[in-house]
């Protein structure tokens, strides 16, 4: 039996660009405090650290829809694009990041499966399929016990 083919690490330069871009760049995800944790190809981890901006429900100082339906967006964006940058390994990490230029959501769905109560977040994400135009990814918003709070899945438009 073949052995599958060894996965490529990014490089350092690859990654900070993607948490400039993404932390930085992209203003949204500043307001949100969405953070990356990790990314390997196909695949992205972040965070989100409570803060009264983000309450939903001020009763029970609970995280709002938004919040979560936008970080996961985000997230799913971020696997697209980690993908996307494994798929061209051979182009130098500033032209991989280029290529995120016409990268966006084009379907989107949550489902919320308990209220968001925490000090911290964890978002995941993963790519089902890369096809040249159109990126599956399904997402996990997680409660500071690890607990599943909502989950997504998105389609972006990658070309």
């Known amino acids: 039996m073949p052995k599958p083919p060894a996965v490529q690490e990014f490089e350092e ?18 307001v949100l405090g969405l953070k990356i944790e ?12 409570m803060k009264d901006d983000l309450v939903g429900h001020f009763a029970y100082h609970r995280v709002h829809g938004g919040v979560i339906s936008a970080g996961l967006d985000a997230m799913g964006g971020l696997a697209a694009m980690t993908a996307i940058g494994a798929r061209h390994m ?6 991989r ?3 995120f230029g016409k990268l966006g959501t084009i379907d989107l769905r949550v489902d ?5 109560l925490g000090d911290r977040f964890s ?15 399904r997402m996990e918003f997680l409660g500071p ?7 997504g899945a998105a389609a972006y438009i990658v070309s």
């Open 123 to 137: 978002l995941v994400a993963e790519v089902l399929r890369l096809g040249s135009r159109v990126a599956t990814t």
């Open 112 to 116: 919320y499966l308990r209220p968001a």
């Open 38 to 49: 990790s990314v390997s190809p196909g695949r992205a981890a972040g965070s989100i650290e």
């Open 145 to 151: 016990d690890r607990k599943l709070l909502a989950i």
């Open 90 to 95: 051979d182009d130098p990490p500033d032209q």
């Open 13 to 30: 330069e690859f990654i900070q660009g993607l948490k400039t871009l993404f932390e930085e760049k992209i203003v949204f995800n500043k």
């Open 97 to 99: 990041l280029l290529r």
